[in-house]
């Protein structure tokens, strides 16, 4: 069982930078791809970055791709979410998501792909 926490959301004025954090309790954190949905309100959840086990491959959302960074440090059981350039449209709930499944772009994106999930911490843009 992996417990993901994340932490770092709060209110930011539009154009600003956000840097998310997720600490991972699993001892076998570098096994794990992990990833970063959003949920904003009155939608459905949806895909933001993914990252491998290694770190060298990245998968990024064509909303976000150019302004949002994934990185993980598995020395600290941590991945990463740097949001850069924010729009009011990023505001949302961001949650963490970790997975056993081999590294494939066809399911990054998806949902059912994953583990195990944070419980999210929220983001607002605005003015």
């Known amino acids: 069982q992996v417990q993901l926490v994340e932490s770092g959301g709060r209110l930011v004025q539009p154009g600003g930078s956000l840097r998310l954090s997720c600490a991972a309790s699993?001892?076998?954190?570098?096994?794990?791809?992990m990833g970063w949905f959003r949920q904003a309100p009155g939608k459905e959840r949806e895909f933001v970055a993914a990252?491998?086990?290694?770190?060298?491959?990245?998968y990024y959302a064509s909303s976000v791709k150019g302004r949002f960074t994934i990185s993980r440090d598995n020395a600290k059981n941590t991945v990463y979410l740097q949001l850069n350039s924010l729009k009011p449209e990023d505001r949302a709930v961001y949650y963490c998501?970790?997975?056993?499944?081999?590294?494939?772009?066809?399911?990054?994106?998806?949902?059912?792909?994953?583990?195990?999930w944070g419980q999210g911490t929220q983001v607002t843009v605005s003015a």
């Open positions: 990252i491998s086990w290694s770190g060298v491959r990245t």
């Open positions: 699993e001892g076998t954190f570098s096994s794990y791809r």
């Open positions: 998501a970790a997975g056993a499944q081999a590294w494939n772009t066809q399911t990054m994106g998806v949902m059912a792909a994953y583990d195990y």
